[in-house]
């Protein structure tokens, strides 16, 4: 287990019905580092992802973040964790820079007017920005979603599979974004199939597996997404 | 990114924005939505009034029949019994859909903010207050209206302001219980009420004396109002108190279950509501070993009745349904109406048909398993009569039995149970509503032509199995031409139900 990690996790057995779905996970991330997940369709990294951030309640084991147990209801964990899993839901009255207007200004973020704007041309909404979510395309939606937990200060960052539905060179970008905030302090734990994705933002990979859960290189993690 | 945390929303100020944002192009006036508070309300004085007419009509007649032999269990007790019924299922259901929930929306956009849960809930107790509200109304009017001594206007302002509060008392426990996690026994818990409650009187009604009349209980005024009005604050205080302890996951959850029943309800897909809404299928104790099954349509059979089986308050559905005909026999004045008797009857057996049309639902939700089988579609769906045959030849004679008192209405019920059997599996089989057709303008919105047929494909050949039993109980007695008649007729129709269960496609 890592020293003073940000993120502690002990014997964690994640499932449904107390029925596990992968191996238990043991693992700690350092602040200002990415952790990378990877496994088969249906091998339970969402799952594991969902149960990290209170979403879903733990088997067994732990999660500890910043020192103390994680519970979702903590206004705190909060404002300190931000998510993107596998949410493809929006208020259907709301214009995507209203969402994210709502998430700023949620978080008390100072101006929060330009920020949105610099998001909302970061993730290449801007034309798309005043539009109401049906009027969106899925790709779209899905950049509007990633928006949001750029938009509020944040110092884990949990994405699902964040290459999904978007186009190469979207994918390039949000990579690199991710790459220079964790250059910069920010923790990120992800879940993916991308290659790419992988070896840019990831320092460790965790293999999610019925008989055990691992951590490898992403040089290895790569291997291994290759082989399929 | 600078923030500051008293700069934050709170989960009013969430909701505010929310509101804000929407108004901002929405088209509604004051004026429009003033007029459609007006409609709404002019259309509630509308239904109380005809409902309210027609139940004053109904106790009339009723009151002007001569008594009935072997009636023996008050109007009021059967009144108490229907308002019991209608209670479980809204508590049943609202334990179901949380009763606090999150929309998909806001459980993405608006749990993960660090506002405070219970404002950003409260809205949403506002909500589930009125659903109580209306459903309390909705409940306590019929009953209060339908007592056999014809209620006075203050009497029926109580009553329904009595069961408002009641409602709303009920709502609060139901959440502080969803906020402790202990809402799973809620719903179990309120179909064994519903079912001791018909099965009990029923019983009693039939082989013994039933003395007890509920009446209003005799205490003062302010005690019978304070009470109520101190439990419902009491309840609703703690209910909004523990909001903050929901747990995002669970209200997701039942958010979603919200969502689906909703859009299930929309688009009358009865089928999917009825899986929205279900409880969830527990995994099995033991592993069945099957070693009967030699044939394929063993393999049927025997699949269904672990189906069956393991169908959260079968039991329960099929006991309503044996015993709810005999609540309405042994019930002064319902009993001496043959086409109320009839009704129930109808009701009863459609409860009981729907519980054993389960393994045909999932069937035809999976078609896979059967295709498996080495046998032809037709011959799976035959197979799959037999385990409702069984089934309802026992509900329907036992009910049949019980409700004229004798052995040869045990034989008429018996003989209606082909058709009823072919109903379930007709039902189970029925096809999805066509949206891709012509559609028909309705109060409900567009509903797509031949929607009356689709939806009540199985429960039709079904009533019409009855036809002889309801013969049988206007005349009065079972002549043996009616018994070899409606076993004719029962077996025609079960046998045009499992021929065309499945539609050529």
New interface residues.
Partial sequence: MAKNALLEVQDLSVGYGGEPVCAPVTLGVQAGTALGVIGPNGAGKSTVLQTLVGLLPAIAGSVQFDGREVDERDAGFRRDVATVLDDDAFFPSLTGAEHLLLTARGHGVTAPDAVVEAEVEEFGLADRAHALPSALSSGQRRRLALAAAFVRPAKLLVLDEPERRLDAQMRRRLAARIAADVAEGLTVVFASHDAEFLSTVARRVLVVDDHACTLVSPKAAVAALHEG | ?????????SGAG?RR??RQ??AT??DTSWLTLGGDVLSALTTAGVVVAVFGGAFSALRERIAARPEAAATDLPGELTALVAALLVTAGVVALLSRLGPLSA???T???WL??????RGLLRGELRRVCGVGLVAAVVVALPVVLAAPAAPTLPEVVVTVLAAALVSLAAVGVLVVLQARELTGWVAPAAGAVATVAVVVPAVVGTVGSWTWVPTAPDISLPLLGGVPVLLAVAALLAADRVS??????AL?ERGTAVFVASASALSLDTRELGRALGTPVH?PRRTRSWSWVREPWQAVVAGDLAVFSRSPWRWGQLAIGTALPVLAARTDGLGGVPALVAVAVVIGWSVAAVALGEPARRAHGAPAADRALPMGAKDVVRARAIVPVVGLAVVCAVSAGVVGLGWEWAALGAATAPAWAGAAVRGGYRPELDWSGPVLSSPMGAVPTGVGVTLVRGLDLGVLGTVPLVIGLLLGEVPDLLLGIALGWSLLLGLISVETAQKKG
């Fill in positions: 990114m600078n923030a500051d945390p008293a700069a934050e929303l969430v924005f929310t944002a929407t192009r929405a929309t998909p929306a459980a993405a956009w993960p903010l660090p506002a405070d849960r903050g302890r929901l747990r995002a996951g997701r995994p």
